[in-house]
């Protein structure tokens, strides 16, 4: 299985602030590298998809990059309502891995 | 809209079996896979399995195998996920997801409400 390594694990910003999450596969997964947004109580919802590729209705604040093994997630000016846990997806090859999670809180 | 409704929230004793279902509206049924994902209390997210409603093809992670079933209802375009001899580590929310594939990228949305199973004797 593909392993997937998030840092960091926590964050704490505020708002305003730029913001980057980091998403490394234990091997090579060309851009099949997905971001999803969690919130308290709620389902995942997807924010990007092929590692960059922003999904529709998502504010143009978040922006993902990277291929092959490491990626990364921006949030260019953080707003009140992303403060979330964000995890990355490879869809490269099953089963699907997921990052243990990037929860980001309130300074 | 495309969405999916899963049903609501059950409580088993341990050695048992759950039925979770997720009805999908707005779009073709048969025409995506259902993946189901499970989430134990304040853990990540963790795969259990994709499964064809068009031809009932299955895939599940090894974890599961001999433990999880993954059916449909075409007619209603409902998507069920079985767990059985349930313990207590399977108390988590359990959801479904549709699988979208494009130009040889493919990604989860949207996805179901979540179910709770809470396993308790």
């Known amino acids: 299985d593909i392993q997937m390594t998030q840092s960091p694990s926590s964050l704490s910003a505020s708002v305003g602030d730029r913001v980057t999450i980091t998403c490394r596969a234990s091997q090579s997964i060309s851009s099949y590298l997905n971001w999803y947004q969690q919130k308290p109580g709620k389902a995942p919802k997807l924010l990007i998809y092929?590692?960059?590729s922003l999904q529709s209705g998502v504010p143009s604040r978040f922006s993902g990059s990277g291929s092959g093994t490491d990626f990364t997630l921006t949030i260019s000016s953080l707003q009140p309502e992303d403060f979330a846990t964000y995890y990355c997806q490879q869809s490269y090859s099953t089963p699907d891995t997921f990052g243990q999670g990037t929860r980001l809180e309130i300074k | 809209q495309v969405q999916l409704v899963q049903s609501g929230a059950e409580v088993k004793k341990p050695g048992a079996s759950v039925k979770v279902s997720c009805k999908a509206s707005g779009y073709t049924f048969t025409s995506y896979d259902i993946n189901w994902v499970r989430q134990a209390t304040g853990q990540g997210l963790e795969w259990m399995g994709w499964m064809n409603p068009n031809s009932g093809n299955t895939g599940y992670a090894q974890k599961f195998q001999g433990r999880v079933t993954m059916t449909r209802n075409t007619s209603i375009s409902t998507a069920y996920m079985e767990l059985s001899s349930l313990r207590s580590e399977d108390t988590a929310v359990y959801y479904c997801?549709?699988?979208?594939?494009?130009?040889?990228?493919?990604?989860?949305?949207?996805w179901g409400q979540g179910t709770l199973v809470t396993v308790s004797s």
């Open positions: 997801a549709r699988k979208f594939e494009y130009s040889s990228s493919v990604w989860f949305d949207p």
């Open positions: 092929a590692a960059s």
